[in-house]
């Protein structure tokens, strides 16, 4: 019902800096909170950074002073600033939204998952 589609991964140097995208399209009532989550080799998924629809945000430890999530409600599309990124940061992030759909006459709640896009931070 919901397609996340992310963008904006790639190679970078340690120090440096990238925007991830992810547009939201489908049958749409309504996107709650969104979220970046990354999940490296050997490693379990976890949370990056999240924002609600009325723009509270909250991010791993990790991230803090680092990273800046931001959302476009009228483009369904949320983003990821990445700055001062580390090696530690390399992993596949995924865009994650929890959505209102409708199907006919009849609303439906799910948690929604792009493909990913692979940052890699290295010298």
């Known amino acids: 019902q919901v397609q996340l589609v992310e963008s904006g991964g790639g190679l970078v140097q340690p120090g440096g800096s990238l925007r991830l995208s992810c547009v939201a399209s489908g049958s749409i009532f309504s996107i709650n909170t969104m979220g970046w989550y990354r999940q490296a080799p050997g490693k379990e998924r976890e949370l990056v950074a999240a924002?609600?629809?009325?723009?509270?945000?909250n991010y791993a430890e990790s991230v803090k002073g680092r990273f800046t999530i931001s959302r476009d409600n009228a483009k369904n599309t949320v983003y990821l600033q990445m700055n001062s990124l580390r090696p530690e940061d390399t992993a596949v992030y995924l865009c994650n939204a929890d959505a209102d759909t409708i199907y006919g006459s009849r609303y439906y709640n799910n948690a929604y998952w792009g493909q990913g896009t692979q940052v890699t931070v290295s010298s």
């Open positions: 924002i609600t629809s009325r723009g509270s945000t």
